[in-house]
């Protein structure tokens, strides 16, 4: 993770830099306004990557002599049949076509959207006496 974080410093670095010329030469508020919060989010992401680094065991990535092969193994559990992303895909489709037609909309849009988060965070919960 520490080239990625340097990356991302050198990436704030440029921008900050498009954003100085940007703004001097445009005189456009909007786009100068934009590149310096782009600058900021570049700071932030390349700050935490780089402070994450310090405390995470060296990845592969970060070895000139790796592999391909030296990063590969178990990336995490992920839920193999869950439906709750289709009732949160159909919510969201709702809400927005709420924004596009009518907020009437987001009343029948937002049933969905709480079905399929509370059905996301819970899927697993067994409750708390109760082993696997």
Not at 48 to 76: C, K, M, N, S
């Amino acid at each position: 993770m520490k080239i990625q974080g340097k990356m991302f410093l050198w990436l704030a670095v440029f921008i900050l830099l498009v954003a100085i010329v940007y703004g001097v030469w445009s005189h456009e508020p909007a786009g100068t306004t934009a590149l310096f919060l782009a600058f900021g989010l570049s700071v932030m992401i390349g700050y935490y990557l780089a402070f994450t680094a310090r405390r995470a065991d060296t990845g592969a990535q970060d070895r000139p002599d790796a592999d391909v092969a030296d990063d590969a193994g178990e990336l995490g559990f992920f839920s193999p049949h869950s439906w709750q992303p289709l009732a949160l895909a159909f919510g969201g489709a709702l809400a927005f076509m709420g924004i596009v037609f009518g907020w009437w909309l987001m009343y029948f849009s937002a049933p969905f959207i709480l079905v399929g988060i509370f059905g996301w965070v819970f899927e697993y919960y067994r409750g708390p006496d109760q082993r696997y």
